[in-house]
């Protein structure tokens, strides 16, 4: 049973350049969620998404950036016109439950790092 | 305003001895806290967990510990090996669609 599959692993970008990282979440997990990890931070929470729907994404900055979780494929996250402020690690994590039945254990991808130069 | 607190960046613990990482939190509504474990260029992976209604949980070398007065958990690990050489992340959630919150981790070092 494959994990959490996220690509690309390292994406370089030049400023104002847009920015997609993808998420396959485990197999029988309907439930998707996008972190970002700063240098010497902790993991930020971004958006939650179940198939074709945004639950939570207090986490996202208000501009250029969106996610998805369409019926077929992977997540995406979307960052338009990257900034270098945006240079950090993204993770993506599933988990077969959410709402009430969510305890917090959640499956975590290796990650996408982006650099923007 | 962080809710999850974790106040020291690093530990360095001998082989075979005990590791103690600390966390406090402020939200009094979480309903479960989690250690998560992560290795340079992985992503975390859970570790364990404990119900907010429980003021320990074991499994085999890892224990936490939650004070709920306190706002306070931590995780002991014993004996100390070098495979557990990495970064600990406590977290902590409500029951609901609100999300798993981190701290901002502990680098553990297991010096042979």
New interface residues.
Partial sequence: NAG?MQNPRHLVRRRGQEARLRCSPMKGHSHV?W?RQLP??????MV?LQKENI??E??MPKERFSAEFPKEGPSILRIQQVVRGDSAAY?C?SSPR???A??????????SRLTVL | DQQVKQNSPSLSVQEGRISILNCDYTNSMFDYFLWYKKYPAEGPTFLISISSIKDKNEDGRFTVFLNKSAKHLSLHIVPSQPGDSAVYFCAAISSGNTPLVFGKGTRLSVIA
């Fill in positions: 959490v969620y972190y010497e931070e902790g993991l930020k929470f939650y639950i939570d207090s986490g993770f994590a959410g709402g009430t969510n305890t917090g254990e959640l499956f975590f991808g290796e990650g």
